[in-house]
């Protein structure tokens, strides 16, 4: 009868494991652009004679849908060459484009064309009239096809040929992570799995006693498992961040950054940005030397810093909270879409997140007497490399100085000389930016009002959310806290690691909100200094020591926060189209090598950092054959109000090549 029974088990499992794999490919592979973003935007645009224009069509590949380009200018009665534009993609798969040109008079249409400049992700590709003509035409339906699509592959794959695929990479780690992200669309698998489950579950019986095995079982496995798990953690964690760190063009705050931070560039340059200390500039300066003045050199330091943040993360909650709070903070770490997007950005963002991960470890150290001098000199080092990267470390410095000081008096451990000694510390790290204060900070911030005023003011709505929210939280963690300390749920340092987590998060945002009552300093890119103690605090609450019934209950909301970390929290770092841009410029210039062209408004670093021939840059007089005004940070109405008309440039008669779904490149003969 065991025998049997157990047989029976087995065949089950079989058949449940076999279930949930066959759902898992069906619902990735159904519809799978509902599970994460893998097809390219496509920007095709023509500049044509505009009397040809409306000869012009465009054909996509598999759909074989025709589209018809659209100006993208007014008429202009005196313009000879106009621009038209079709967005083809509309979030698909394609695997090309043709031209559709009426047979008759194909060829004088084809010779009315300038150029065309197809725009696929991040990367512009350029035929010229020369490149055009060398096209071989096909016989279609009503008129001659020109196949595009062997120039246009943006990215190779190893399954199918796409023009606009973001690779084999991406759609392997989405589908990965998938029925975790998307539990709605995975649903089937979710009750395979509760079956699997319950059918494992009453192997040691429904008793509580049983529950109690199963549990302690699940959890030996998980400890002797611990490094293992770990290591596969950091290792998505990694390919999560490496996945697409170039994807998108550096936006006007990176390519600063690779200005100031250029080997070639003055070192003044380091010092001279009064938001920014100059420690994350010289550490990119030291790296560009190393690696290459690159976009790809510049991100990738971050994303190896953001894959730092999983250990010290683990590191930090193992210690004082165990091996499975441990694993979920690492996960929790790893799969963050809002880390993740900060590690693609070359600005010292994820640098701060780094530092204050590290830091935690050394200060909690220090509050638990564990080899408290040798923790003390490297609290002091790291502190005076965080606050000399970015001004919100202040805040992190000035909350861990008060929790020592409330820790200690609650726990009737204070003693004046170990205050003074720790006071002495401070001061030290105080010290530390006292040069960047003086040659930069204090004179342009102080006597600049206009510092900063990309950041809004605070509105009455979040004045009264922030003001009220912080007390109503704070309350709200101390009764639940209190509750789980009498039920046994946590020992002592478990609840000191959560408690400086909310501390920490919950003071540097009331610290600059108070500031921001004056003067706005407070915008949810700065507290990204939070997120390694948000990520903490809840692993480390959704995996206290709750009775066993409860325990695999409590791992729900913990799933719930990581679903809703990925999904609703706002993207806050911005990316241009500066790369594109200046691919199509370049080409375009070159490709009329009889006509003087210049740049009007751009970046001094942008040719070099791309590796693109240098235009003179337009600064009024005699206008140029050809003038170009790149999109960097510049909406339509500002580049005629502001840009324009600063130069006396006319705005009549400009083209406008149509790079994203916002963003033009101006041209002007």
């Not at 394609?94 to 008759?104: N, S």
């Not at 959890?219 to 998505?236: N, P, R």
């Not at 490496?242 to 340059?269: K, M, T, W």
């Amino acid at each position: 009868m065991i025998e049997n029974m157990k047989k029976g088990r087995y065949i089950l499992n079989g058949a449940g494991i076999l279930l949930l794999c066959l759902s898992y490919g069906l619902l990735v592979f159904y519809k799978p652009l509902d599970i994460g973003t893998f097809a390219a935007p496509v920007h095709f645009n023509i500049e044509v004679q505009k009397d040809y224009a409306p000869a012009i069509l465009l054909k996509t590949f598999p759909d074989g849908m025709v589209h018809t380009p659209v100006p993208t200018t007014g008429a202009y009665p005196a313009l000879a060459g106009i621009v038209v534009h079709a967005e083809l993609s509309g979030g698909e798969l394609l695997e090309g484009i043709a031209l559709l040109l009426p047979e008759p008079e194909a060829e004088e249409v084809l010779g009315a064309i300038d150029n065309i400049s197809v725009f696929i992700g991040n990367t512009c590709f350029y035929f010229s009239a020369a490149d055009l003509r060398a096209l071989s035409p096909s016989k279609t339906f009503g008129g001659l096809s020109y196949d595009l699509s062997e120039k246009l592959i943006y990215k190779k794959s190893l399954v199918k040929k796409w023009i606009n695929w973001y690779g084999d990479l991406n759609f392997l780690i989405r589908a990965l992570l998938a029925p975790i992200m998307y539990p709605l669309r995975f649903w089937p698998m979710y009750i395979i799995a509760g079956c699997l489950f319950f059918i494992n579950r009453r192997k040691t019986g429904t008793t509580q006693r049983g529950n109690a095995n199963w549990i302690t079982a699940r959890e030996g496995w998980i400890s002797s498992h611990g490094t293992a798990l770990f290591i596969c953690i950091l290792v998505l964690g990694f390919l999560l961040r490496l996945n697409g760190f170039i994807q998108y063009s550096p936006g006007g705050d990176e390519l600063s950054s690779a200005e100031r931070a250029a080997p070639f560039s003055p070192a003044v340059l380091l010092w001279n940005d009064p938001g920014n200390p100059p420690f994350y500039y010289i550490l990119l300066r030291l790296w560009y030397t190393l690696f290459g003045w690159t976009a790809g050199a510049g991100r990738i330091l971050s994303v190896l810093a953001g894959t730092a943040i999983i250990p010290a993360v683990y590191g930090l909650v193992k210690k004082y909270a165990g091996l499975q709070s441990a694993l979920a903070a690492s996960f929790l770490a790893a799969i963050s879409r809002y880390g993740i997007r900060v590690s693609h950005n070359t600005r010292a963002y994820i640098l701060l997140m780094l530092l204050v991960s590290i830091l935690a470890i050394f200060f909690l150290n220090i509050l638990f007497q564990q080899k408290k001098k040798k923790n003390l000199i490297l609290y002091v080092i790291v502190c005076m490399v965080l606050v000399n990267t970015h001004y919100y470390g202040v805040f992190f410095v000035i909350a861990n100085f008060l929790f020592f000081l409330l820790y200690n008096l609650l726990e009737k451990k204070f003693s004046w000389k170990e205050t003074f000694i720790f006071l002495g510390c401070n001061i030290l790290i105080a010290l530390s930016l006292v040069p960047f204060l003086a040659a930069t900070a204090l004179n342009t911030v102080i006597s600049d009002q206009d510092f900063n005023d990309w950041i809004p003011a605070l509105s009455k709505k979040l004045i009264i959310i922030i003001a009220a929210g912080v007390p109503l939280f704070a309350l709200a963690y101390t009764r639940i806290r209190n509750f789980f300390l009498k039920k046994g749920y946590f020992i002592k340092q478990q609840g000191t690691l959560l408690d400086y987590c909310v501390f920490v998060s919950c003071l540097i945002l009331t610290e600059s909100f108070l500031i921001s009552l004056v003067r706005s300093i407070l915008t949810l890119r700065y507290l990204s200094i939070c997120l390694p103690f948000v990520l903490s605090a809840a692993a480390v609450f959704f995996t206290l020591k709750f009775p066993h019934r409860l325990r695999i209950a409590a791992l729900v909301p913990l799933w719930l926060f990581a679903v809703a970390m990925y999904h609703f929290v706002p993207n806050t770092t911005t990316f241009d189209v500066s790369k594109e841009a200046w691919l199509y410029i370049s080409a375009d210039a070159a490709a009329h090598p009889n006509r003087s062209a210049a740049v009007l408004e751009r970046y001094d670093a942008q040719e070099g950092y791309y590796k693109y021939e240098d235009l003179s840059l337009y600064q009024g007089g005699p206008e140029p054959d050809l003038l170009y005004v790149s999109p960097l940070h510049c909406v339509e109405q500002e580049m005629y109000d502001l840009n324009l008309a600063r130069y006396r440039v006319e705005d009549e008669g400009i083209l406008k090549v149509q790079v994203d779904d916002t963003k033009k490149i101006f041209k002007k003969y």
